[in-house]
């Protein structure tokens, strides 16, 4: 990977690290939240959150490594990058830290 990929790949999981602790939170908190996330549910347990989130970050890694570098890779970290700081910013727009 070079800088730029780096970058994207940094931020997208430091984005996946942050909704990674808000839906602990949901966790923590199924009478007031729930899980918008299909493949985990509306209440998941705390082990399948931490599962999903393991898979989702070492599967991103992969699959950008996999990528040839350039506009396909850039277009796959960018679009997920965007998907995944949307939905840390809607959890942010409800409450959750």
Do not use: C
């Not at 493949?39 to 998941?44: A, K, N, Q, R, V």
């Not at 705390?46 to 699959?63: D, E, F, Q, T």
């Not at 277009?75 to 700081?85: K, Y």
């Amino acid at each position: 990977m070079d800088g730029t990929d780096l970058a994207l790949e940094l931020a997208f999981q430091s984005a996946l690290y942050v909704d990674y602790r808000q839906t602990r939170q949901i966790v923590a908190h199924p009478d007031k939240y729930f899980e918008t996330n299909a493949l985990l549910g509306e209440h998941p347990s705390l082990p399948r959150v931490k599962n999903y989130s393991i898979g989702a970050a070492l599967g991103h890694w992969a699959i950008s490594e996999l990528l040839p570098q350039g506009p396909y890779r850039r277009a796959w970290q960018a679009a997920t990058l965007v998907i995944e700081a949307n939905a840390v910013a809607v959890n942010f727009s409800i409450g959750l830290k």
